[in-house]
């Protein structure tokens, strides 16, 4: 080995020693330590620590989407991209990427008492297994296909048996399961979702993790969760997870799917009140690995899909899933706590457009209202809807009604008067549209935030109906009419401020609030081309989960696409605008549970999950007859999902001049 590489290798090891960011586990360090392989190239990790160099960048470099040459590649997790470490000297470090997972649910894990749960499994509301009986002769546990947000955190004097080095905790939900194991009878939203904790084995020495305890949230206590989507960590170390697409409370007791879903939860159809679904659900783990859990009703009750707590630890900007849907921004009266503060909705004006060139539109916001967690969950339990608004989904004819467009219909409302607080935090979006907020988007997304430079991000998965211009959902004094439709979604960027005044004149109490919205990265609709994607396959699509490294510079982005073969975890430097792919998901699968940490006792990590594998659409023909049969082999008949990370693989290292 020569000096210069001996020295190179010394540097790498002080970085991956002592710097803020660290590349991927596992066994990077202990790699190093050996000279990549063992024998006369170790290097002594105290002449490494001596190196004065520094941390200056990373990049990714992207790679091709699997194609039916390689049927495998488009049938698994498939990883071809390298991330580059470069240093202050102009040296650099170049690791392979690969996927690891936790497990595939339906997998039998440990459950920290010497036996093992189900990974992913469903449970009623008082903690009992819910059976699939729809092929009699084998009943089992109904487990989830769809795993979602992820957080991975650590707990202050964490001790859970098992654990030899480091104790790192996972919380994982479970947005719901595709179909019961007949194959046919649909499961979407009948079930209530899981959340589980996982107790992580870090080795200090590698960066490795490695499951030791599996533990199931118990949610009685906050009536179980309805379809827990993406989730964020907060600043203070919680879990905060998501219930989209709240259930309509006009229509719920006579709805095919509430009524499964009250069933399974309760043992009856008509227990579940919809008013306790929609909110913000938070997850506070225990040293020991176990969970508590409460809902915020105080965020507005709406399709909760991907919050961002901004750096005050109280402005929190959420991401709301849904046709005709709204940004939305609580602020809390209190630092770390959510359990009271201000929600306010977002009016856009004029200049929206989807061009990265533009100049972009100005957002200002409506207060809708403020209250407390208890006082809302109090009115939920004791109103009607009835006794909120009156609602007709067709014109009445009265001039008394307000016609509106809001979770993707028209409709005509009247406020019953004095019940404008019910109305704000129980009936949200109807509420904001009322009151002339720009209930105008097409699945808003995720959101995430870059601290350095004040800037959110936003994606909007399609930007079609309500956002088009003559479209019956389109609402022009929402500021919101494109000439066309782009089915392949964007991401947007927001710029935050300080100093912000609501539409009528009081100051916002938040340095962190958006004041305009233009788009950053754009997708491409295409004619479909020879796989069948209809929209650019080198070009984000239907964006969905969105995290932000402020270390690396790094937005990473989530594909939920119905565009796309295969969908793709990307990378978006914001600094060099260089957009790489770095894993495809198998083909029918959506890309989810993403989380960039960037720091955990010195190592990072970027958790990605899937759901739905083979989940065929139109798109898929040309594959579907190739690929089904591998997918239903990797992935238990096509009932399971992973839950991992992403690694580096050392068998693909490199060091040298950058």
């Known amino acids: 080995m020569t000096d210069n590489t001996q020295l190179s290798r010394r540097k790498a090891l002080k970085f991956l020693a002592g710097a803020p960011l660290l590349p991927f586990g596992p066994a990077l360090a202990s790699t190093l330590l050996n000279g990549c392989g063992g024998g ?114 650590t707990v202050p004097n964490a001790m859970v048996a098992g654990v030899k080095g480091n104790t790192v905790f996972a919380v994982v939900q479970f947005e719901y399961t595709s179909l019961a194991q007949d194959g046919a009878t649909g499961m979407y939203g009948k079930l209530p979702s899981p959340i589980a904790v996982l107790t992580l084995d870090q080795d200090p020495a590698t960066g490795k993790l490695s499951l030791v305890k599996y533990h199931n949230v118990d949610t009685s206590s906050v009536n179980g969760l309805w379809i827990t989507c993406g989730a964020s960590l907060s600043p203070w170390g919680t879990h905060l997870s998501s219930e989209e697409y709240e259930p309509n409370a006009f229509t719920a007791s006579t709805d095919a799917q509430f009524r499964a879903f009250s069933k399974n939860l309760y043992g009856s159809e008509t227990v579940a009140n919809p008013y306790n679904y929609g909110h913000l659900p938070e997850v506070t783990v225990n040293a020991d690995g176990t969970a508590s859990i409460k809902k915020h009703y105080c965020l507005g009750r709406i399709s909760h899909e991907l919050v961002q707590v901004m750096p005050d630890n109280r402005t929190v900007l959420m991401g709301d899933d849904a046709t005709n849907s709204a940004y939305f921004v609580f602020v809390a009266d209190r630092e770390k706590d959510l359990s009271s503060g201000t929600l306010y909705a977002a009016k ?121 211009a003559g479209n019956a959902l389109n609402v022009p004094a929402n500021g919101v009419s494109l000439p066309s439709q782009l089915v392949a979604g964007a991401v947007m960027a927001l710029n935050l401020k300080a100093g912000v005044q609501d539409t009528s004149g009081a100051a916002i109490n938040s340095e962190w609030m958006p004041v305009d919205i233009k788009a950053l990265l754009v997708g491409q609709d295409i004619a479909a081309d020879a796989l069948g994607n209809t929209a ?123």
């Not at 590649?73 to 991330?83: C, D, N």
């Not at 109904?142 to 957080?151: H, K, L, M």
């Not at 209202?369 to 007709?392: F, H």
């Not at 955990?600 to 594959?623: E, K, L, P």
Request: proline share 5%.
């Open 40 to 153: 006369s190239d170790a290097v002594p990790a105290a002449d490494a620590l001596k190196s004065t160099v520094s941390f200056a960048s990373v990049s990714f470099s992207g790679m091709p989407a699997p194609t039916l040459s390689t049927p495998a590649a488009m049938a698994t997790t498939t990883v071809g991209s390298t991330m580059t470490v470069n240093f202050s000297d102009a040296t650099k470090a170049d690791f392979k990427l690969a996927y690891q997972p936790f497990f595939i649910t339906g997998d039998r894990v440990p459950d920290g008492n010497g036996g093992t749960i189900l990974a992913g499994g469903y449970y009623d509301i008082y903690n009992q297994p819910i059976i699939d009986t729809t092929v009699p002769a084998s009943p089992r546990q109904f487990f989830s296909d769809s795993p979602d947000g992820t957080s991975l955190l």
């Open 348 to 468: 856009v004006g004029a200049g929206f457009s989807l061009d990265p060139n533009g100049s972009g539109a100005p957002l200002t916001w409506i207060k809708l209202g403020s209250a407390t967690s208890a006082e809302i969950k109090q009115m939920a339990t004791i109103l009607q809807p009835t006794q909120i608004m009156d609602v007709k989904t067709s014109d009445p004819s009265d001039a008394s009604y307000t016609k509106v467009a809001a979770n993707g219909r028209t409709e005509w409302i009247k406020l019953v008067p004095g019940m404008e607080k019910a109305a704000a935090f129980l009936e949200t979006h109807r509420y904001a549209a009322l009151v002339g907020a720009s209930t105008a988007f097409t699945k808003m997304e995720g959101t995430t935030v870059n601290a350095r430079d004040k800037i959110a991000y936003s994606a909007l998965q399609n930007c079609q109906s309500s956002m088009v």
């Open 536 to 658: 650019n396959p080198d070009k984000v699509a239907n964006p969905d989960n969105l995290k932000f490294s402020e270390k690396m510079r790094t937005l990473f982005i989530g594909e939920d696409s119905s565009q796309h073969v295969n969908n793709f975890l990307w990378a978006y430097n914001v600094d060099t605008r260089q957009l790489s792919r770095i894993m495809s998901i198998p083909a029918g699968g959506e890309s989810t549970g993403l989380h960039a940490v960037d720091e955990i006792n010195g190592w990072t990590y970027i958790m990605s999950n899937f759901q739905h594998a083979g989940d065929w659409g139109s798109i898929h023909n040309t594959v579907k007859s190739t690929l089904d049969p591998l997918i239903k082999a990797n992935y238990k008949n096509g009932f399971g999902a992973a839950v991992g990370y992403l690694t580096a693989d050392l068998r693909q290292m490199s060091l040298g001049k950058a």
